[in-house]
């Protein structure tokens, strides 16, 4: 029989967060009944329109466990009664000795609210992210004998202590991440456990190939600019100080406008950097922006750069999910060789990879792909034709489905 899957997200809706809108669209659309399980309320009223397609329920947690006391009390109370509460009791008291903080407070507190408000209409809970959401997910489970598993992107698993990632890798029925450097990282902390590599890979029908000539801009004409374009949270991992310190290093008489998208803490600091380096007439701040708009901006574009390093948290990407969505439009891209990034990229053959942190590499192939439309094309096919061979979504999707239903969560 059909049975229910409890996501739990750090959020919902979230704009950042498309490759999990995505991800739920098409589990539901093969079957599975999910209900939606978000730690967080949203910030602003922007949705993507993939968020008003996904049909499933959505519970929002209390945030702060004292917004909703009431809630979160009786929530308390039920749970005490639940045949796994001593036991999820003691492993939070463990992690709570190590962890000395609010935070790991309310995350007791959510896992209460999710056992005794969610858990009784569900088969299964499945965490997206290894910190917050899968502690919230694995006390849950413990109280009430569910099981669980979890999805794996990249700060949970690299800014999240070691014993503490072995703890849940070894707790959870089953764990996937999105790239083959996750992979490795999360199996070696505990070896033996076997962890799924699911790529998030892209629709093919929300990303459809471009339908343009080729652009032979060159940089030579001040009225018509090379279009570079990047998209990205303004955050430190995004290596937004690197790409504008490349900026400034470009020639003079090299003509060429970048566009950004997305929205962060750093974009007010990033946008006074731009204006003291004298590159503010050169720069569009578009800000948040939904999915389709998005796609206008890729498909408008001539060259595409991202330069992700590693944060001094250690927080990184694992594989932007924004590389895969440019190349599925035949951009050209030019990014690092940080983390996964060269899974999807092979320098020279689709793409571009320089050191991570490292400005005047990068201005130096800025310059020469801006300066070479034709390279710009070759390399912008060769990246179509990889992401529309290797990273489709149907292959991640087809995996995860078999795997709920191993666990006796089958799709109609």
């Known amino acids: 029989m059909p049975g229910h899957v409890a996501f739990v997200l750090k959020g919902w809706p979230r704009l950042s967060e498309t490759f999990i809108a995505q991800e739920i669209l098409a589990l539901e ?43 979160t009390w009786r929530a308390w109370q039920r749970a005490r009664k639940l045949p796994g509460y001593a036991f999820a009791r003691r492993h939070w008291l463990a ?32 965490a997206h992210f290894l ?40 707790d959870c029925r089953w764990l996937v991440t999105c790239t083959a450097t996750n992979r490795d990282w999360l199996e070696s902390l505990v070896p033996g456990r076997r962890v799924s590599l699911v790529y998030h890979g892209i629709d093919q029908a929300r990303w459809p190939s471009p339908d343009r000539p ?36 470009l020639p003079r008489d090299l003509h060429w406008h970048l566009t950004h998208a997305g929205d962060g803490p750093l974009l007010p600091s990033l946008v006074e950097t731009a204006s003291r380096s004298g590159l503010d007439r050169r720069i569009t701040w578009l800000g948040a922006r939904r999915q389709d708009e998005i796609l206008d901006v890729l498909q408008n574009g001539d060259l595409f750069v991202l330069a992700p390093v590693i944060a001094r948290d250690g927080d990184r990407d694992g594989l932007p999910n924004v590389l895969l969505e440019a190349q599925s439009q035949a951009l050209a891209v030019v990014t690092t060789d940080v983390s996964a990034v060269g899974e999807l990229v092979s320098d020279g053959v689709n793409g571009c990879l320089v050191p991570p942190g490292d400005a005047p590499a990068l201005a130096s192939r800025l310059c020469r792909l801006v300066r070479s439309p034709q390279l710009r094309d070759r390399l912008g096919r060769a990246g179509e034709d990889r992401v529309r061979t290797d990273f489709s979504m149907e292959r991640g999707i087809d995996r995860l489905v078999d795997l709920f239903a191993s666990n006796g969560v089958a799709c109609e």
């Open 29 to 71: 659309q093969r079957g599975l009944k999910i209900r939606i399980v978000s730690l967080r309320h949203p910030t602003t009223g922007d949705r993507h329109a993939i968020h008003d397609a996904v049909r499933a329920p959505v519970t929002w947690l209390p945030e702060y466990l004292h917004e909703e006391p009431g809630r």
């Open 95 to 126: 992690d709570l000795r190590r962890d000395l903080t609010r935070n790991r407070v309310r995350r007791f507190g959510q896992a209460c609210v999710v056992a005794t408000e969610i858990a009784p209409g569900v088969d299964h809970l499945h």
């Open 131 to 170: 910190h917050t959401p899968a502690s919230v997910t694995r006390y849950a489970a413990m109280m009430t004998g569910l099981p669980w598993s979890a999805s794996a992107h990249a700060r949970d698993i690299y800014t999240t202590p070691r014993r503490e990632l072995a703890d849940k890798i070894s």
């Open 214 to 249: 080729p652009s032979n801009r060159d940089g030579s004409n001040p009225d018509d600019p090379v279009r570079l374009v990047t998209v990205g949270r303004p955050v430190e991992k995004k290596g937004y100080g690197t790409l504008l310190a490349a900026l400034a290093l």
